[in-house]
């Protein structure tokens, strides 16, 4: 592949789609992104072949002048390759999900997609600083418009909402990018992650990326237009915004706060441990007694990306490779249940949780999906969604016992919520004749399943295929971060047992001290 731009194509089919989508009718527009979506799929599967384990850290390198000031630099580590493969992996079934359900402006709904596609790719790709937050703010104009306009009742509200609160907190990113172009003398992301800024400075450069990462992940209490966007949004637009949109904030902490800003990061890691405990135990609690299914998934996303952030400054290499399986495991069954959602909603046209009940009688193969989603949400040894969890409460556990007690309360809570929830749906006694008439899954609905579930599976029972090739850059992002970790509560255990060689000293001396008084006696 040496030479060839893949990644620039990676971005260059979807926009060739989009604007075919816009000239096309329904039907042809909804082909037209299946197969750009599917193309993309491809060239994914190409990337990850084609990638060297332990190999340089930045490979698939681009580079060429625009004009002065902006260079177009592409390039991915092992970090990014896997974020791009989740895009590409959940794009064709955000299309197929679309399918039957778009009849509106079917080819703008589709181009918006395709777009979005380009600028989520573009986002884990840009090596260049301002490259980075072109792609990074531009992403909120499809999605606005897909909430927008293919929205629910209360469309209007929850996008002006999701652009304002994820606008507003970027501007301050931008502001503190040009600083550190002026500091630096470059806008290179590989060179910037290893230049060391001023200690005074750091401070208030990672408050302005903050501001930023954390609405867009999003982190408690800036998360309030999550819950609205969801429920106003297509099914599509949400299995798209749980499982790649709002990975882009953690992809920015670990891409930019952490790495560039080690200093800062170790200063401000209680002031995101108490945030995130909060999301964990207070979103469970709301998660609760929610009625309607797609804001009870939209709670535990808060809940779970508080999870990842707690993992994420534990300043150690377990709590960071658990937060990046957590992310790509929550991409992937947060977007399942969110499209399990949206295949009942089709039939009855009803998100109300009361609505629904015995399920598992009339639909057994979909509640058979439903179980499996949902047991990988909670954290079911031998799914996506146990392993991540598990190393990051690992990481978190050397940093703060307590902070891993109250964050394993929000696991706790998250079985609770998750399966009341299952239960009210898919068990009990079928109240409603609609619902006891309601068909099983169609073909459609199995080829986005079975994907999906073939995913969490693969993780769950082998997750080294995902470890393997983010070890080594989360290695060097460890070894950056060493300089700053701060001492964490199994430093102070440690510190507290004095070394064997001391205490074989010690037991030498109070040896000869007796032996010593034993004499004088004599």
Not at 98 to 124: C, D, H, P, Q
Not at 466 to 472: D, E, H, S, T, V
Request: glycine share 8%; with cysteine; hydrophobic share 55%.
């Amino acid at each position: 592949m040496s030479g060839f731009p893949i990644l620039s194509l990676m971005l260059l089919v979807p926009l060739v789609g989009a604007v075919a989508c816009l000239l096309a009718n329904r039907e042809a527009a909804r082909m037209i992104a299946l197969v750009a979506t599917l193309v993309d799929l491809v060239l994914g599967a190409v990337l990850w072949s084609r990638y060297q384990i332990g190999g340089p850290q930045w490979q698939f390198q681009e580079h060429a002048s625009v004009f002065a000031g902006f260079e177009w630099k592409l390039g991915i580590d092992g970090i990014a390759l896997l974020l791009i493969a989740l895009t590409v992996f959940l794009m064709p079934v955000c299309i197929g999900a679309s399918w039957n359900a778009i009849e509106k402006r079917a080819g703008e709904y589709y181009a918006n997609f395709l777009v979005m596609e380009t600028l989520m790719i573009g986002v884990f790709s840009a090596q260049d600083l301002f490259l980075f937050y072109i792609m990074f703010e531009a992403g909120l104009i499809p999605m606005y418009l897909i909430i927008g306009i293919w929205g629910g009742a209360d469309r209007i509200y929850a996008s002006y909402k999701f652009f304002l609160y994820t606008l507003l907190g970027s501007v301050l990113m931008l502001i503190a990018m040009m600083w550190m172009v002026n500091e630096a003398g470059t806008s290179d992301i590989p060179t910037l992650m290893a230049y060391n800024f001023p200690v005074h400075a750091q401070t208030w450069l990672w408050l302005a990326f903050f501001a930023s990462f954390a609405v867009k992940m999003p982190m408690w209490p800036t998360h309030t237009w999550l819950p609205d966007a969801h429920v106003q949004a297509p099914t599509a637009g949400s299995v798209i915004l749980a499982g790649v949109l709002l990975k882009m904030g953690g992809y920015g902490f670990i891409r930019f706060s952490l790495p560039m800003f080690p200093e800062a990061s170790a200063q401000f890691a209680p002031l995101i441990y108490g945030l995130s405990m909060a999301a964990v135990v207070i979103t469970s609690l709301i998660a609760l007694v929610q009625h309607d299914m797609k804001k009870l998934i939209a709670y535990s996303s808060v809940a779970h990306m508080g999870i990842v952030t707690v993992g994420l400054f534990a300043f150690n290499r377990q709590g960071l490779e658990g937060s990046m399986l957590i992310m790509l495991s929550h991409g992937l069954v947060a977007g399942a249940l969110f499209l399990a959602v949206g295949v009942i909603y089709d039939r009855l046209h009803t998100r109300e949780i009361d609505r629904y009940g015995g399920l598992a009688i009339n639909m057994p193969a979909y509640a058979l999906f439903f179980m499996l989603f949902t047991m990988a949400s909670v954290g079911l040894p031998g799914t996506s969604g146990f392993v991540g969890e598990f190393l990051s409460l690992m990481g978190v556990y050397a940093q703060s016992s307590w902070v891993a007690l109250v964050c394993t309360t929000g696991i706790i809570l998250g079985a609770a919520y998750m399966l009341y929830l299952y239960r009210r749906v898919v068990f009990g006694v079928q109240k409603h004749a609609d619902t006891a008439a309601m068909p099983d899954l169609d073909k459609r609905e199995w080829a986005m399943m079975i994907p999906l579930a073939a995913a969490v599976l693969w993780m769950g029972i082998f997750p080294e295929t995902f470890l393997a090739p983010m070890r080594k850059d989360i290695a060097a992002l460890d070894a950056r971060l060493a300089q700053a970790r701060p001492k964490g509560d199994a430093d102070l255990r440690l510190a507290a047992i004095p070394p064997a060689s001391a205490t074989h000293e010690h037991g030498d001396a109070m040896e000869h001290g007796s032996k010593a008084e034993h004499e004088g006696a004599r």
